[in-house]
Each structure stands twice: as C-alpha cells, then as structure tokens.
C-alpha cells in the first residue's frame, strides 16, 4: 500500500460517512413528523452503511499502518502525524481528509443526539398514550445494557422510564 492507496481508502471513509450523515437526516425527518411507515428501512439502510464503514475502517487502519512503515514513522501515527511525515502534495491531501472526516464526525455526533432525543421523546407520548387509555399497567422498552447488547426494560406502574445514565 502507498500513499495513493491511503487516500482512495480515505475518499470511501468520506463518502460513507456522508451518506451516513444523509441517512440520518432522513431518518430524524421521519421521526419528527411521526411518519413511522419507513422507519425500520431507513434504520436497515443505516445498520448496512455501519457495516461498510466497520470494513473500510480496517482497510484505512492497514493502509495507514503500511504508509506510517514507508515513512519511518510509527505503526500507529495519526492521520495528523502522517501528513507531517510525507512530502507536498501528500501533505495537503491527508490534511484536508482529516478536517473533512473531523466534520463528518461532528455532524454524526450531533444528529445521533437529535435522533436519540426524538426517538426517547416519541416513545414516551407511546408510553403515556397507552397508559391513559388504560392499555399498560407499567411499561416496557426495548432498551440497551451497559455492554450495549439489546434488553426489555420493564417498570412498574404508569411511568415513562428514564433511560438517562
């Protein structure tokens, strides 16, 4: 692997990311309108881009492992530290993708906390709607471990859980 291998590998990261970012916002546009229709495709359609980035993820790992080798740096060297270590137009090149990943990521951080907030909200309107007809007892969600396997969660009475750490 070479420095052009590390950047193509790079351009891919980018534009998963991106359509991630895209997902996302169609998701959170299904949510906040309650069209719930499409909403289990558009989360299908987010878990495949996950697992391309999971594979590319390693791709990117080698091939920047295998550069940070050719230049003499360590095995582990950031993305930062690479550019430093290799010469013009390469410098330049590794530095604009890590802005643009950096941003992508900042995007992501942000619309996972929106989704979050909307889905917690649009659950507990559920949970509160089914309780006031007299439909639930207590209430039930499918909710997350620490080890962030899936679990039930149950409570008793007519309370939304906070699932708030």
């Known amino acids: 692997m070479s420095l052009p291998d590390l950047a193509a590998v790079l351009w891919r990261q980018r534009e998963l990311l991106e359509r991630l970012v895209y997902r996302l916002e169609c ?17 299908a359609e987010v878990e495949i881009l996950l697992e391309e980035l999971e594979v590319v993820e390693l791709q990117r790992a080698v091939a920047a492992q295998t550069v940070a080798l050719e230049l003499g740096l360590p095995a582990d060297a950031t993305l930062e530290y690479l550019a430093a270590g290799c010469q013009p137009p390469w410098t330049g090149v590794l530095l604009e993708h890590r802005q643009a990943l950096i941003e992508l990521m900042g ?35 499918l909710g997350y471990d620490a080890q962030g396997n899936n679990e039930m969660i149950f409570a008793p009475g007519a309370g939304v859980v906070d699932r708030e750490l």
Not at 27 to 43: D, F, I, P, V
Not at 121 to 138: C, K, N, P, Y
Request: charged fraction near 20%; proline fraction near 0%.
């Open 27 to 43: 998701e959170q546009l299904l949510l906040s309108a309650g069209r719930t229709r499409w909403l289990g495709e558009a989360t």
């Open 107 to 141: 995007e992501l951080s942000t619309l996972a906390d929106l989704s979050k907030n909307l889905m917690t909200a649009g659950m507990a309107a559920v949970e509160a709607t089914l309780s006031r007809i007299g439909m639930r007892t207590g209430t039930s969600s």
